[in-house]
């Protein structure tokens, strides 16, 4: 069974840092692109930052570019997150999300298993 | 950056009715279109890919049918446990964005 338990989320002061993990399980984690997405309290999903299979490619959204970093263990089967000079707007649940992956590159886009999430909350 | 809407942002309909809603891209994305299904409470589910490649174990009565710029997700026949919010995902390049969902509820 396929299965990511995210951690490290909690209570942070606005310009703070945490950082994510994500332990995954069930399936052959290096083979895999693996993503983090958001989603804000009452709101929709928010595609965060994807990573590649070894790593040597990662991708981030305009919102937290130059202030997040994605990264993989491939021998800890585990994906990180950090999250640097943390806003309130950055207040969210994070979810780990394992792409679907295939024989093209395009299915390492599009998300086919999800973490329960962690929380994510910056306040004074 | 292209931009994804969706239509409509909440519906309420009958159980056994046909639902459709639409997804639509700023930009041509040809078929490069995810759906995903969030029930209230619950992490988001992956439902298509392609705009119409159903994933396995999702239920038959969900299609999907679109490409360039227009797209729909159709439940032929709502059931009670298809309430939730449902998502279309851009995949074509960087950023993967989401569209702002469609909550379904039933009448």
């Known amino acids: 069974e396929v299965k990511m338990v995210e951690s490290g989320g909690g209570l942070v002061q606005p310009g703070g840092s945490l950082r994510l993990s994500c332990a995954a399980s069930?399936?052959?984690?290096?083979?895999?692109?693996m993503s983090w997405v958001r989603q804000a309290p009452g709101k929709g999903l928010e595609w965060v930052s994807s990573i590649s299979t070894s790593g040597s490619s990662t991708d981030y959204a305009d919102s937290v570019k130059h202030h997040f970093t994605i990264s993989r263990d491939n021998s800890k089967n585990t994906l990180y997150l950090e999250m640097n000079s943390l806003r309130a707007e950055d207040t969210a649940i994070y979810y780990c999300?394992?792409?679907?992956?295939?024989?093209?590159?395009?299915?390492?886009?599009?998300?086919?298993?999800w973490g329960q999430g962690t929380l994510v909350t910056v306040s004074s | 950056d292209i931009q994804m809407t969706q239509s409509p942002s909440s519906l309420s309909a009958s159980v056994g009715d046909r639902v459709t809603i639409t997804c639509r891209a700023s930009q041509v994305i040809r078929n490069y279109l995810a759906w995903y299904q969030q029930k209230p409470g619950k992490v988001p589910k992956f439902l298509m890919y392609a705009a119409n490649t159903l994933q396995s174990g999702v239920p038959s009565r969900f299609s999907g049918s679109g490409s360039g710029t227009d797209f729909t997700l159709t439940i032929s026949s709502l059931q009670p446990e298809d309430v939730a919010t449902y998502y279309c995902q851009k995949y074509d390049t960087a950023p993967f964005t989401f569209g702002p969902g469609t909550k379904v509820e039933i009448k």
């Open positions: 069930g399936f052959t984690f290096s083979n895999y692109a």
């Open positions: 999300a394992k792409a679907k992956g295939g024989v093209t590159i395009l299915g390492n886009r599009y998300f086919d298993s």
